[in-house]
């Protein structure tokens, strides 16, 4: 596995002859009901890249952990940055790689929140414009594989700290996961734009824990590293 936080220089030139592509992993620190760890968006992502990496040959930067947080910005242990501090760090994380040789680039993240992969999205079409040749993907699982991972869960519309990510982290790290908070949706007012976000959204949960399982957890991880090995391939042999 090419992890860049444990080659030497010497390793990245000789493997550099090999592939051009590298994944930066992008996850959160972020409140995941009273049952998951905070670093659930970014334990469950890193494992899935880690296994990708089994199987294809790409370097593999070292984890963002802090990502944009909206709706739970609020809630106890989220520790959010703004969009604009995560298009300047994605931009700059490409813009340096670059010039290391590297010329494929997959951001893929464990948080699927609408301003943050906006954030990557945006720094991505930025540098598009900018830099020739050179190819971006941009994507959380949870976005290319929803109706696959849907298949999986019971409950309707599951999404943060409900199901499928309970189920995960029991596949994961089950000594991790405490208990299981209750079932919820949160309850926004739309179209309004809210302070207090707590006020709406109380357990932070969207979905059922209470359905969880390993098995489950097993068959979305399954899911999620074939998803990622496919983009791996297509953007090393597409022109785009």
């Known amino acids: 596995m090419l992890l860049l936080e444990k080659i030497t220089m010497s390793d990245f030139t000789k493997f550099l002859k090999k592939t051009k592509t590298i994944v930066f992993p992008f996850g959160t620190i972020e409140e995941h009901g009273s049952h998951l760890p905070l670093n659930t968006d970014s334990m469950i992502i890193q494992e899935c890249i880690y296994r990708a990496a089994e199987k294809r040959k790409?370097?593999?930067?070292p984890i963002n952990h802090y990502g944009v947080c909206t709706s739970t910005k609020n809630h106890p242990g989220t520790i959010s940055i703004t969009p604009e501090t995560l298009r300047r760090l994605t931009s700059d994380l490409i813009t340096e790689s670059y010039k290391k040789g590297l010329r494929n680039f997959l951001l893929i993240s464990g948080h699927g929140g609408s301003l943050h992969m906006s954030a990557l999205k945006e720094a991505a079409e930025i540098l598009i414009e900018q830099i020739q040749d050179i190819k971006i993907a941009v994507f959380s699982p949870y976005d290319l594989l929803y109706r696959e991972l849907m298949t999986i869960a019971e409950t309707p519309y599951d999404a943060h700290a409900g199901e499928l990510e309970?189920?995960?982290v029991l596949h994961l790290h089950p000594e991790l996961v405490k208990g299981r908070a209750k079932g919820e949706y949160?309850?926004?007012?739309?179209?309004?734009?809210?302070?207090?976000k707590v006020k709406y959204w109380m357990g932070g949960v969207w979905g059922d824990p209470e359905k969880a399982t390993a098995e489950k957890g097993e068959m979305a991880i399954k899911l999620i590293v074939e998803g990622i090995i496919s983009v791996v391939d297509q953007i090393e042999s597409r022109s785009l």
């Open 166 to 168: 309970t189920s995960m």
């Open 58 to 61: 790409f370097f593999v930067a």
């Open 186 to 196: 949160p309850n926004m007012p739309k179209p309004f734009v809210v302070r207090d």
